[in-house]
């Protein structure tokens, strides 16, 4: 009998060969999609509050996301079959002028990780590029990023294009030089300083339990 | 006190000891000005045009010591003439390394393009696909010596040999293998994160000891390149990670440059909030560490008080919302960095990275003539 505890485990700890071993056993048991994927989900919840507390650093957070991402290959078609849906989708992008990507990278892993469906506009995208992708894929948040002071202020430009469009959808932020008093001051909905928090907030939002 | 000569008022700072002022610095491998503000400081200290650029493709190009003689700091800098991690233009018009790696423009900086490791599935691509620098090779080392010996025995400056190649062995592992997966390599696969680690300690160690070879009998401090191991709110990776990986290679970096001559202070950039490193870096024998960047995430007085007797500072001075500021907000800066890090020595006043093109000449120029009014020991702490 497969163990999900151990599934948990294996992402947790980054181990893609067991995390896909053990996946590709449960689903031959029968175990339930619903239930594999809670036990990673779980894990990425666990792994995202490790890394907000300081006990885990980028590099075992980038190997467990790869973990739950190998194992969703095995895991996808089931879920397809047993018609699980990701609970939302969120479009996530760095600000046009600045071409960071793995804190944008680390949030959208996350945002995976809680099966959230996640489209990544990638760096460098404009106003009208987030306007557009929101009314394409409606999604209950947008994530804008930003690295440098430089190109802070087109994430209010972003904001503003968002809102201009008669979007409401919920806008949070992040990105080193971000405090939490610009995000208000920019009428962001939220703002995290960590990607295992932006993985937290999204939680809040839809009011799914970690 | 008499007025100490830069050479000794550097070296006593770096001693621990106080000197007549606080010792100042502008012109190294991440303090520098970018070429706007270089052309225009130009007209404001009245020199007539510019010197002809170091380097060609960047956007730090001019080394001019008539500026660095107006603005009276103490240093004056020797430097490679080629530097592996620096892109220039290729035969293709596109951007290539000295490694052999592509890049991305993307004014005023560059950015790795795919790494050329990056699907690499064994340890022997690293030989395979890089072009690894002959050390031996005079053309990273050519009129060195020259010019180091006349500031040596011509000035009464500190000389200090900005660093053999712009990225140390962590963020050229990165370019090479990408950010992400060499991320991943460091927690999944240490054996490739070791030997690609190994391997580029080995090459810039080999091109630090051509540089010994070419001048270091007169250098008074030399530059590692330059490794971010940690980002603007915390470490990068975990210190064990550090330890594991880099540590090493700092203490073999160190060690060439202490056996050649162990007079010579090593100078590590290490960018973010890197308290929790600190330990380890004076451990490994790094002497200076810049820029202790000011951020929310480190506690300037606490690294002073915990650190200050093993670690000297240079830098410190906000390059993001202070130098852009007022003249009042340059000196005042200046006041701030200079009560919380000069007292006892161990400090040289510098920007936190290259002055950006939003920075007036007037600020920088303020800047330094504040260091010299409000710098001069004992230190009297300026009342809140």
Redesign the interface.
């Known amino acids: 009998m497969a163990d999900l505890e151990q599934l948990t485990a294996a992402v947790e700890a980054g181990n893609r060969k067991t995390a896909t071993s053990l996946t590709t056993e449960a689903l031959a048991e029968g175990v339930a999609p619903q239930a594999i994927l809670d036990a990673m989900t779980s894990a990425m919840g666990s792994v995202g509050a490790r890394f907000s507390a300081g006990d885990i650093f980028v590099p075992e957070m980038l190997i467990a996301a790869r973990a739950m991402k190998e194992a969703m290959l095995v895991l996808e078609p089931s879920l397809v079959g047993a018609g699980v849906q990701p609970v939302a989708t969120a479009v996530i992008g760095t600000v046009e002028g600045d071409l960071h990507d793995i804190g944008k990278n680390l949030v959208a892993m996350m945002w995976k990780g809680a099966n959230i469906a996640v489209v990544d506009l990638g760096v460098n995208v404009s106003p009208q590029a987030f306007v557009d992708a929101v009314t394409e894929h409606k999604p209950v948040v947008v994530g804008l990023s930003a690295l440098l002071t430089t190109t802070m202020p087109m994430m209010k430009t972003t904001i503003d294009a968002l809102r201009a469009s008669g979007s409401s959808v919920k806008i949070v932020i992040g990105g080193a030089p971000i405090t939490p008093e610009y995000a208000e001051q920019i009428h962001a909905d939220g703002y995290a300083p960590d990607a295992g928090s932006a993985a937290a907030l999204i939680r809040d939002f839809l009011e799914v339990p970690a | 006190m008499p007025e100490m000569t830069s050479r000794e008022r550097v070296h006593t700072a770096l001693s621990h000891q106080e000197p007549d002022r606080v010792p100042t610095a502008l012109g190294g491998g991440p303090y520098s000005v970018v070429d706007d503000l270089y052309h225009r400081l130009l007209p404001a200290l009245s020199l007539p045009g510019p010197v002809e650029p170091f380097r060609s493709g960047h956007n730090v190009s001019y080394m001019d010591d008539r500026v660095l003689e107006l603005l009276g700091t103490d240093t004056r800098y020797v430097w490679p003439t080629m530097s592996p991690s620096s892109p220039v233009e290729g035969e293709d018009g596109g951007l290539i390394d000295g490694y052999g790696q592509p890049w991305n423009r993307?004014l005023p900086y560059y950015?790795p393009a795919a790494g050329i490791l990056e699907d690499a599935e064994d340890v022997d691509a690293i030989e395979e696909r890089i072009s690894w620098p002959d050390p031996t090779d005079p053309k990273w080392t050519a009129g060195v010596r020259a010019r180091a010996k006349a500031l040596h025995e011509g000035t009464d400056k500190f000389v200090v040999a900005r660093m053999v190649t712009s990225h140390g062995p962590y963020q050229t592992a990165s370019d090479l293998r990408g950010?992400?997966q060499f991320?991943?390599d460091?927690?999944?696969d240490p054996e490739f994160a070791q030997t690609l680690t190994d391997r580029v300690t080995d090459s810039i160690v080999g091109l630090i000891r051509a540089y010994l070879d070419a001048g270091g009998e007169y250098f008074d401090m030399i530059e590692l390149p330059g490794d971010d191991y940690a980002?603007?709110?915390?470490?990068?990776?975990?210190p064990a990670?550090f330890r594991q990986y880099f540590k090493p290679a700092i203490v073999r970096m160190v060690s060439t440059i202490k056996t050649y001559r162990p007079e010579i202070r090593v100078m590590l950039h290490c960018d973010g909030a890197i308290t929790p490193l600190l330990d380890d870096l004076a451990d490994a024998g790094v002497d200076v560490v810049h820029p202790l960047e000011p951020l929310p995430a480190t506690n300037i007085e606490q690294v002073k008080a915990t650190y200050g007797s093993r670690l000297s500072f240079l830098g410190a001075i906000d390059i993001?919302q202070a130098l852009p500021g007022t003249v009042d907000e340059v000196v005042a800066e200046a006041r701030l960095r200079i009560s919380q890090l000069a007292p006892g020595g161990g400090y040289i006043l510098a920007p936190a990275n290259h002055v950006q093109p939003d920075v007036a000449p007037e600020n920088l120029i303020a800047l330094f003539e504040a260091a010299r009014k409000y710098g001069q020991y004992p230190i009297r702490v300026p009342v809140a």
């Open positions: 993307a950015y950010a992400e991320l991943m460091m927690a999944a980002t603007q709110s915390g470490l990068a990776m975990s990670m993001k």
